[in-house]
């Protein structure tokens, strides 16, 4: 059995982590949050010590580890995507190894630094890519992998996923804090797309608004038209007319890829990967993060080129702001 710290537990996605946790025969002993509302750790570890000070969860793991000999063996990571390379520095420098949601920094020139921390310390630090692990995803890379070796694809990407004018006020909706919304909902698949296809060869911007952003990746096997949003306006009438509030659609060639089942076990898959030393590290991380920054620092040059049909949408004002 396996000790583990949770930094972030009042979050929508730490829930499946400490389940993850659960279910592979580990144990949370200590988890942090500024935030209060953590009673789902009842119902997985109900005797698991809570702080909302990390100077008190600091202190409190160092007593663990001087007064009664008990060493962190992991750090799950799921705070705001700005303190991702913080708290997965405190992990390595406790003798832990770091478990972190995506992305896994901002930056592309943290990847290097925290490659030096974990040379320095001997530990490791692993992302989770959920994707890559749901069998409908490993199918199609198989499949790709097989394929003709000169062949391009044409793939549509679009994500589609409704947030209110809560957004805005939180973290996410701060583009230093988030990385913005190729970042914040897009990155995990940027990162299936790049594992499937390969190494980017061009990375075009064409609409990059706060509610929205898209452009065309060309990558070494596929050339993608994607667009993201958090506008339900931009919402196909017909999953508006089944009360649906989220839309995901990925073609290749013309063709539905079907993925959308098969995610409530992905992050228990993910943590055996890692317990077993098969998962996910930085040098896997990192072409997403590059991708991602490059659209969040990029140009966006309008309708030009091959761009997304939905690129067309009309535009919406900023919920805060008057025009």
Same mark, same amino acid.
């Given at each position: 059995?396996?000790?583990?710290?949770?930094?972030?537990?009042?979050?929508?996605?730490?829930?499946?982590?400490?389940?993850?946790?659960?279910?592979?025969?580990?144990?949370?002993?200590?988890?942090?949050?500024?935030?209060?509302?953590?009673?789902?750790?009842?119902?997985?570890?109900?005797?698991?010590?809570?702080?909302?000070?990390?100077?008190?969860?600091?202190?409190?793991?160092?007593?663990?580890?001087?007064?009664?000999?008990?060493?962190?063996?992991?750090?799950?990571?799921?705070?705001?995507?700005?303190?991702?390379?913080?708290?997965?520095?405190?992990?390595?420098?406790?003798?832990?190894?770091?478990?972190?949601?995506?992305? /896994?920094?901002?930056?592309?020139?943290?990847? *290097?630094?925290? +490659?030096? &921390?974990?040379?320095?310390?001997?530990? %490791? @630090? !692993?992302?989770?890519?959920? /994707?890559?692990?749901?069998?409908?995803?490993? *199918?199609?890379? +198989?499949? &790709?992998?097989?394929?003709?070796?000169? %062949? @391009? !694809?044409?793939?549509?990407?679009?994500?589609?996923?409704?947030?209110?004018?809560?957004?805005?006020?939180?973290?996410?909706?701060?583009?230093?804090?988030?990385?913005?919304?190729?970042?914040?909902?897009?990155?995990?698949?940027?990162?299936?797309?790049s594992w499937i296809f390969g190494g980017v060869k061009q990375n075009i911007t064409h609409i990059y608004e706060h509610d929205r952003a898209s452009g065309y990746l060309e990558l070494e096997r596929a050339r993608v038209r994607w667009f993201l949003s958090i506008n339900d306006e931009v919402l196909p009438k017909e999953v508006v007319e089944k009360g649906?509030?989220?839309?995901?659609?990925?073609?290749?060639?013309?063709?539905?890829?079907?993925?959308?089942?098969?995610?409530?076990?992905?992050?228990?898959?993910?943590?055996?990967?890692?317990?077993?030393?098969?998962?996910?590290?930085?040098?896997?991380?990192?072409?997403?993060?590059?991708?991602?920054?490059?659209?969040?620092?990029?140009?966006?040059?309008?309708?030009?080129?091959?761009?997304?049909?939905?690129?067309?949408?009309?535009?919406?004002?900023?919920?805060?702001?008057?025009?």
């Amino acid at each position: 059995m396996k000790n583990f710290a949770l930094i972030g537990a009042a979050g929508y996605i730490a829930p499946r982590h400490m389940k993850a946790i659960k279910e592979t025969g580990n144990d949370l002993i200590a988890g942090l949050d500024n935030f209060d509302s953590v009673g789902v750790i009842d119902s997985y570890f109900p005797n698991a010590d809570f702080f909302v000070e990390f100077e008190r969860f600091d202190r409190h793991i160092s007593k663990l580890k001087y007064d009664k000999n008990i060493n962190l063996d992991y750090v799950s990571i799921c705070t705001p995507n700005y303190l991702h390379d913080a708290h997965i520095r405190f992990a390595l420098r406790q003798g832990a190894d770091a478990i972190c949601e995506k992305p /896994l920094v901002l930056n592309p020139w943290s990847v *290097d630094s925290l +490659k030096n &921390i974990q040379k320095e310390t001997g530990k %490791k @630090i !692993y992302n989770i890519l959920q /994707l890559r692990v749901h069998q409908s995803i490993i *199918d199609l890379k +198989k499949k &790709i992998d097989d394929g003709p070796k000169d %062949k @391009i !694809y044409d793939v549509d990407l679009t994500y589609l996923t409704s947030r209110g004018n809560w957004y805005y006020t939180s973290w996410k909706g701060d583009e230093s804090k988030s990385g913005g919304i190729a970042t914040n909902i897009g990155v995990h698949f940027f990162d299936m797309l790049s594992w499937i296809f390969g190494g980017v060869k061009q990375n075009i911007t064409h609409i990059y608004e706060h509610d929205r952003a898209s452009g065309y990746l060309e990558l070494e096997r596929a050339r993608v038209r994607w667009f993201l949003s958090i506008n339900d306006e931009v919402l196909p009438k017909e999953v508006v007319e089944k009360g649906q509030r989220t839309y995901r659609s990925i073609t290749i060639e013309g063709e539905e890829l079907e993925f959308s089942g098969g995610f409530t076990d992905l992050h228990t898959t993910s943590y055996k990967e890692i317990l077993n030393g098969n998962g996910y590290g930085i040098e896997d991380a990192a072409q997403a993060i590059d991708i991602v920054y490059d659209i969040r620092n990029s140009e966006a040059i309008g309708l030009k080129g091959e761009y997304h049909p939905f690129a067309k949408k009309a535009l919406a004002i900023h919920p805060f702001r008057k025009k």
